[in-house]
């Protein structure tokens, strides 16, 4: 279903490394913005997430992980593909 979605929307895609235990949190906080992004886990074992994010919307999605990096002190690194 997820792919489905992906294939319609004009996305960029990010990746990003961030603590295997908050994997879930990022998820969950990443995709309750409506249309801000979708996420997947694409190394679980190297804790990599794929973040979708809407062309047009990058900046947002950047200042939200800012946010959660300084707020909340969560380790995100992004990775360069």
Known sequence: ?????????????KFFKVPRNQIGYM??????????????????????IEVY?????ENILMELIESMKIKEGIEI?????
């Open 53 to 57: 994010v809407p062309v047009g919307c």
């Open 1 to 13: 279903m997820v792919s489905h979605i992906i294939k319609k929307m004009k996305s960029l895609k």
């Open 77 to 81: 690194e992004e990775v360069r593909d």
């Open 27 to 48: 998820r969950f906080t990443l995709e309750s913005y409506d249309g801000l992004a979708l996420v997947r886990t694409l190394d679980s074992r190297k804790s990599i």
